[in-house]
Each structure stands twice: as structure tokens, then as C-alpha cells.
């Protein structure tokens, strides 16, 4: 016979902020953290049935595929037999072959991936990997980890700009030829100005007008 009482569940494991639980009574709180247990659950499922997916369809593509039947996975996609995209399924297929088959991962983490970033992961490296997944692992509360910014710990900008990059002697060498080239432009300058002033005195003398002058 059913308890008609449901038994309570251990949520000590539960840990709620003080700002969560102001003004909620112990009742509320409780109710509170079994729903957190309910959604933990829930998302822990999720994720072990993403990679059940990404197993079963990396086995059907093997099935279909070989000598003779290189077109068979293609058509499988093509039919729309799936409740996915032909793109969802093979970039699972590429994460189950490359990473999932011998990865042991939170099931909660998985849950919180797309297939194209789980795709991603199988193309990166190990410590690509754990990049990402200590970010995830210490993101905030007010924080949520991207396709975007697991993007960026995959494949880090690294254009930086030339003042950052080079060296001070680099630098130092740049601003001396760069003080060099302008000290004698400065100097053809000043040697053209001298030139002109002779050729506006020799036309005020001659009684030449200095546009003519300027012109022989």
C-alpha cells in the first residue's frame, strides 16, 4: 500500500543565497529546494539522453554506411525521418566519434550544450575542453556561458595590436626612423622655403611679378 505522506527527500545538498530565500518561510524553502532537485534531475536526464542520441545515431550511420553505400547516411538525413535537422544529427555524430564514445562528462553539462558546440569540443583539444568546462563550472550567478564565449575559449583572438606585441626596443627603433623621415622632410622644407624667398626678391628687384618669376 502507497504512504499516502510522500517521503521527504535529503535537500541538504541544496545550498539557496540569503536573497533567494528572504521573507520565505522554512515550509517555502524546502518546497523551494526539492523543485531544485526536480530541475537538477530533470537536466541530468537531458543531457544522458543527448549523448543516448549521439550514440544511436553514430551506430545507425555505421549500419548504413560502407562499400557501396556512401549515400545511404545522406539519404537517412535527407528523409526526414528524424525530429531534428540533418545538421543537429551529424554534428552529435561528430561529438559521439571524436569525444563522447571515451569522455566522461556531467550529463547537467551536456544538457547545457548545443550540438554544434558539442561538435566543436570533439575538434578541440583536451585543455581547449577543460577551459570550457571550468568556465562553465565557475561562471556566476548573473553569468551564462554562450555558444559565443565557449566560440571565443575554443579559438581566442589573437590579434593584439602592434604597440602591445612588440618589444620596447622594437618600439624605440619605430619612433627613431619615424623622427628621422619627418626631421628631413622638415629640412627639404625649410630648403624649398629659402629657395622661394630668393626667387620673391630676385622678381621684386628685376620687377618681375612672382608668378613669373616661379615660372622660369
Not at 627613431?176 to 620673391?200: H, I, S, W, Y
Amino acid at each position: 500500500m502507497t504512504s499516502a505522506i510522500q517521503e521527504a527527500r535529503d535537500t541538504s545538498s541544496v545550498t539557496l543565497s540569503a536573497g533567494t530565500t528572504s521573507g520565505l518561510d522554512s515550509w517555502a524553502v524546502e518546497s523551494l529546494k526539492e523543485r531544485v532537485l526536480d530541475i537538477n534531475g530533470a537536466l541530468s536526464v537531458a543531457g544522458k539522453a543527448i549523448n543516448q542520441v549521439a550514440a544511436d545515431l553514430y551506430e545507425i550511420r555505421q549500419n548504413i554506411t560502407g562499400k557501396g553505400k556512401k549515400g545511404n547516411w545522406r539519404a537517412f538525413l535527407a528523409s526526414g525521418v528524424l525530429n531534428c535537422t540533418p545538421r543537429y544529427a551529424t554534428d552529435l555524430v561528430n561529438a559521439h566519434e571524436k569525444w563522447l564514445i571515451a569522455a566522461d562528462v556531467d550529463p547537467a553539462l551536456l544538457a547545457q550544450m548545443t550540438p554544434r558546440t558539442l561538435s566543436r569540443l570533439a575538434n578541440a583539444t583536451e585543455a581547449q575542453r577543460s577551459k570550457v568546462f571550468s568556465a562553465f563550472k565557475n561562471c556566476g550567478e548573473k553569468e551564462r556561458i554562450t555558444e559565443a564565449k565557449v566560440n571565443s575559449l575554443l579559438t581566442p583572438n589573437k590579434k593584439k595590436s602592434t604597440a602591445a606585441t612588440k618589444s620596447v626596443d622594437e618600439r624605440v627603433s619605430s619612433l627613431q626612423a619615424t623622427n628621422a623621415r619627418l626631421l628631413k622632410q622638415n629640412r627639404e622644407l625649410q630648403k624649398q622655403n629659402v629657395e622661394l624667398k630668393k626667387m620673391l626678391v630676385k622678381a621684386a628687384t628685376e620687377g618681375v611679378t612672382p608668378a613669373v618669376a616661379a615660372a622660369v
